[in-house]
Every structure is written in structure tokens, then in C-alpha cells.
């Protein structure tokens, strides 16, 4: 059963916008706060931002004041709104419930790449 499905990833420029997608299975989306990750090439996976089953929000300060995470409750669906991209956001970004998680498995990523 797939847990997290990530989508929205693309090449944008820098400056430039995207819009993640990670569709989740009901059960953990209604249960659980739910977290945006990247790995970059040869870097670890890092956490870039959460929101909680009632809305509330926190993001890593590499990204504050440029992304955005939201949810859909009838979707099931977390979105990472990015704005003001850098090049040094370039990832496959993952949703899952924690960085080390025990009982979620892992999503395929989207990936993102900022680049002229």
C-alpha cells in the first residue's frame, strides 16, 4: 500500500515558484503531523518543514519566509508551496511523519532542480 505520493517536482529557475503534491493514505494523514524532507546529491536527508493535524506550522530557517506548507483535509493532501527558489534548493523532496520513521515507509520523492 502506497503511504506517500509525492508529485509537482520540476526544473524552474532561480527566483522562480513550485507546487509539491504528496497525497497520503487517510489513516496516517488524519493521525499525524506530517513533514517535508529533501536529499540533495550526497548530502543527508534533511527536514524542511511540518504541519500538524490542526494546522499549525514550523519550517527549517534555510527556508522561512519563502515556502509554505498547507494541507487538505478532504484530499488528504499536503502541498510545499516554494517561492524565491535558490539553487541550493535543488532535492528530491519527500513527505513522511518523521526522518527516521518506524512505521511509514518512504515515498519515491519528487525531484526538484533550480538551475538557469
Do not use: H
Amino acid at each position: 500500500q502506497v503511504q506517500f505520493m509525492e508529485s509537482g517536482g520540476g526544473l524552474v529557475q532561480p527566483g522562480g515558484s513550485l507546487r509539491l503534491s504528496c497525497v497520503i493514505s487517510r489513516w496516517i494523514f488524519v493521525t499525524s503531523a506530517i513533514k517535508w524532507f529533501r536529499q540533495a546529491p550526497g548530502k543527508q536527508r534533511e527536514w524542511v518543514a511540518t504541519i500538524t493535524t490542526s494546522g499549525a506550522t514550523g519550517y527549517t530557517d534555510l527556508v522561512k519566509g519563502r515556502f509554505a506548507i498547507s494541507r487538505d483535509n478532504a484530499k488528504s493532501t499536503v502541498y510545499l508551496q516554494m517561492n524565491s527558489m535558490k539553487p541550493e534548493d535543488t532535492a528530491i523532496y519527500y513527505c513522511n511523519v518523521d526522518i527516521n520513521p518506524t512505521a511509514t515507509s518512504w515515498g519515491q520523492g519528487t525531484q526538484v532542480t533550480v538551475s538557469s
